[in-house]
């Protein structure tokens, strides 16, 4: 299965976020993005689940142009966790997880272990507008496991999280990758991207991108390129032992 980007070029207003965008993902990889605020991450990942259209260009799932598809078929293959906030969701942690299988109508499945691996077991009866942020992400990354979507598209997925439940979030994406999906992430951490990407698509948000490995792209001058100057010095701090 295949999910990939031609020609793509995105619009904000007048501005051009991304030029002409060539982008095939790959079975088992985990695909970092990176860019500056208003680079254009978020319509990148909301337009490659289908949920927005390109100003030109298309995206395929397996040969097939995405509109062409119906929202319930691209729900079976291309999970998004989009950033936000759902506040306004009145069920529980439980129920809200349980709506990741939605695609898949009324087959059984089992949401307990997803409810595990995020350590939301106990929380499960718990309303879901009682969560903290942290717990409230947690539930966002468990509904999206429960979905097991083929296409894993994280729009800064680590926000709220601590330590512990970033490490989490990694091995999860690396099984996901293991067992032959795929998972893009869009990310404000570079030393994260150094180790735990396999690809880094750079998004300089005046249409010019870069696509390459953190080997690749990961060097103090291509970081200042696409943050500013003085960034690179910030990540370099403490970790000379590292790409960044
Ligand atoms: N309707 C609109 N009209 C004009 N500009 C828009 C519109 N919608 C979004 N934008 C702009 O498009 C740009 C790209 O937004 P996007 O959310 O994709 O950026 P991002 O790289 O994800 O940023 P961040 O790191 O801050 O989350 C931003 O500058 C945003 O203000």
Redesign the pocket.
């Known amino acids: 299965m295949s999910l990939a980007a031609s020609s793509l070029t995105l619009t904000?207003?007048a501005?051009t976020?991304v030029d002409s965008l060539d982008l095939a993902l790959d079975a088992g990889e985990v695909v970092g993005i990176l860019?500056?605020?208003?680079?254009?991450?978020?319509?990148?990942v909301s337009v490659m689940a289908g949920l927005a259209a390109p100003a030109r260009g298309e995206v395929r799932l397996d040969g097939l142009a995405l509109d062409r598809l119906a929202p319930l078929t691209r729900a079976q293959h291309i999970g998004l966790l989009p950033?936000g906030d759902e506040g306004d969701f009145f069920g529980s942690v439980a129920e809200f997880v349980a709506l990741g299988r939605h695609p898949f109508g009324s087959a059984p499945f089992d949401c307990a272990p997803h409810l595990a691996r995020w350590e939301l077991a106990d929380l499960a009866g718990r309303a879901f507008a009682t969560l903290s942020g942290g717990e409230r992400q947690r539930a966002r990354l468990a509904q999206l496991a429960a979905q097991q979507p083929r296409f894993a598209l994280l729009?800064?997925p680590l926000t709220h999280l601590d330590p512990a439940h970033q490490a989490r979030l990694l091995a999860w994406a690396r099984t996901q990758a293991d067992a032959g999906g795929t998972v893009v992430l869009?990310l404000?951490d570079p030393n994260w991207a150094a180790c735990h990407c396999d690809r880094l698509l750079f998004?300089y948000g005046d249409g010019r991108w870069r696509l390459g490995t953190p080997a690749e792209l990961l060097t103090p001058a291509a970081l200042e390129a696409l943050y500013g100057p003085g960034t690179a010095a910030l990540w370099r701090q403490g970790k000379q032992d590292q790409p960044v």
């Open positions: 904000a207003g501005r976020l860019g500056a605020n208003g680079a254009g991450k978020s319509t990148l950033q729009d800064e869009t404000h998004l």
